[in-house]
């Protein structure tokens, strides 16, 4: 399935950049899949995995705080546009811990997904519907300053 020639590969300035892309993503992912797809994001600690969620959870009308599952392995959000369950599998020692914690019912079920660290998943986890990739990168003509970092971003619909 084409992405959208406008969100292949992106620079994203900052933080609110990278919420913006959220949106984007957001109308992308519903337009081709509806209201159920599997998204995972790739990218090291710091990236920004957990800024898009929060710019796609804004676009179901989400105001409350979008945290990291980093340590809760599975942070759910209920809207009255439906459900995305967040997904940090980085902590996980064996795929074999998900079928234990019962995210085989969620990934049953309706809802989006979003799977930092799917690798961890590997052999278990439901194949993607959209990969996101994101990465810290430096500016041309900077000194590399930590505050003038970007983050790139590419996205291949599957």
Same mark, same amino acid.
């Given at each position: 399935?084409?992405?959208? %020639? ?76 439906? %459900? ?75």
């Amino acid at each position: 399935m084409p992405v959208p %020639d406008e969100m292949r590969n992106r620079v994203l300035a900052d933080e609110d950049a990278t919420v913006a892309f959220g949106r984007e993503l957001h109308d992308a992912v519903r337009q081709y899949f509806g209201d159920t797809a599997t998204v995972y994001l790739h990218g090291n600690l710091g990236a920004g995995k957990t800024t898009l969620v929060r710019g796609f959870l804004r676009m179901m009308n989400h105001v409350g705080a979008v945290k990291s599952p980093t340590y809760t392995l599975l942070e759910p959000y209920r809207t009255a546009c439906g %459900d995305v369950f967040h997904f940090d599998l980085y902590r996980l020692k064996s795929p074999d811990e998900l079928e234990f914690l019962g995210f085989d019912e969620i990934f049953a079920g309706p809802g989006y997904k979003f799977v930092e660290w799917p690798e961890q998943g590997t052999g278990w986890l439901p194949p993607a519907n959209v990969e996101v990739s994101l990465s810290l990168h430096k500016p041309a003509n900077t000194a590399g300053d930590a505050q003038q970092m970007q983050r790139e971003v590419r996205v291949r619909f599957v």
